[in-house]
């Protein structure tokens, strides 16, 4: 029984995952694999072509963590103050959320940042620290104060 090579493109149970390069006997690639536009066979170009876009994903992560720390360093060089609705003792009405402080990113320093890579519950007055999350490596935290 002979075996090919094959380019996974998508994932497969007890092959691999998408991009893999496998190889496994002739009929399953033939009967299953390329039969299912689950694989490729693996020659020459294409495996150029895996490495071409290999160094094409390096390159746009390592510009998207470059850009994440720029935003970090925007992020810890300011405070973000925002106004919260307090009864008579001084005390806030519920909390401030991660919803609240994300719109107030966007309208403060114009960075649309998704509410859930924002950590906080914010349910007093005063400064608190909020973790934002902009890059799997790159963590910010942002100094919030909250004014009644």
């Known amino acids: 029984m002979s075996k090919i090579q094959v380019i996974l493109t998508a994932d497969v149970a007890g092959q691999g995952r998408k991009g893999e390069i496998v190889s496994v006997s002739e009929g399953y690639a033939k ?11 693996a020659t020459p170009e294409e495996l150029k072509k895996i490495e071409n876009k290999k160094v094409r994903d390096a390159k746009k992560a390592e510009e998207e963590k470059k850009k994440s720390i720029e935003i970090k360093a925007l992020l ?9 609705k307090t009864g008579d003792n001084g005390k806030l009405f519920g909390a401030i959320t991660n919803k609240e402080i994300s719109a107030e990113l966007k309208k403060e320093f114009g960075l649309d940042i998704d509410r859930k890579k924002i950590e ?3 349910k007093s007055l005063g400064e608190h620290k909020a973790i934002v999350k902009l890059h ?3 963590k910010a935290e ?3 104060v909250i004014k009644g």
Not at 76 to 84: N, R
């Open 76 to 84: 810890e060089s300011k405070k973000l103050t925002i106004v919260g």
């Open 136 to 138: 799997t490596d790159v």
């Open 31 to 41: 009967n299953f694999l390329l039969k299912n536009n689950k694989g490729i066979i």
């Open 120 to 122: 906080c519950t914010i």
């Open 142 to 144: 942002v100094l919030v």
